[in-house]
T-cell receptor, first 113, second 110 residues
């Protein structure tokens, strides 16, 4: 069966520090991968998605970037964190077709101080 | 992607059926209706999806109107653990990516 791993579960970082969040998927090949963010009291916002290694699409302009160095690895990064980057970050995978659901990880709660 | 409209909140008595409505009047012919829920501080959990026909699984039933402009998620016997935010989403046909709205906060009360 397929599983998705996200780490760390919680993170507290100072403003201006770098960020690296990692997500890995097991049990499937060539998945579509997604990064979502949920600010406090807000809905989920799609940040990036990837349909293959090295292929990244950005949904909103921001202080973050994403990379997919391996088929089942998706990384969310920032060179310098802002206070507004605080939130709940979720990774998800899917088969990339309309008739197949997305499956989410347990998320990383990031607090920028 | 078609836009969805859901009531912001609903209450349900424990043990009773919870019926969560969703309007998606601009849905296209090949777009699916998906339902997810998010319990506080957890990732969204997939519940069910459908295209035209009604669907049922171990978690819930999905009723889609004949014109496909609205749907209802039914939790047949709600428990306290069903308290969550429920999202109705219409998919993108190209990438399968989901665009989440504000959802319905369901409060199951004893």
């Amino acid at each position: 069966s397929q599983t998705i791993h996200q780490w760390p579960a919680t993170l507290v970082q100072p403003v201006g520090s770098p960020l690296s969040l990692e997500c890995t998927v097991e049990g499937t090949s060539n998945p579509n991968l997604y990064w979502y963010r949920q600010a406090a009291g807000r809905g989920l916002q799609l940040l990036f998605y990837s349909v293959g290694i090295g292929q990244i699409s950005s949904e909103v302009p921001q202080n973050l970037s994403a990379s997919r160095p391996q088929d089942r690895q998706f990384i969310l990064s920032s060179k310098k964190l802002l206070l507004s980057d605080s939130g709940f970050y979720l990774c998800a995978w899917g088969l990339g077709v309309a008739n197949s659901p997305l499956h989410f990880g347990n998320g990383t709660r990031l607090t920028v101080t | 992607d078609a836009k969805t409209t859901q009531p912001p909140s609903m209450d349900c008595a424990e043990g009773r059926a919870a019926n969560l409505p969703c309007n998606h009047s601009t849905i296209s012919g090949n777009e699916y209706v998906y339902w997810y829920r998010q319990i506080h501080s957890q990732g969204p959990q997939y519940i069910i999806h459908g295209l035209k026909n009604n669907e049922t699984n171990e978690m819930a039933s999905l009723i889609i109107t004949e014109d496909r402009k609205s749907s209802t998620l039914i939790l047949p016997h709600a428990t306290l653990r069903d308290t969550a935010v429920y999202y109705c989403i219409v998919t993108s046909r190209n990438t399968g990516k989901l665009i989440f709205g504000q959802g319905t906060t369901l409060q199951v009360k004893p």
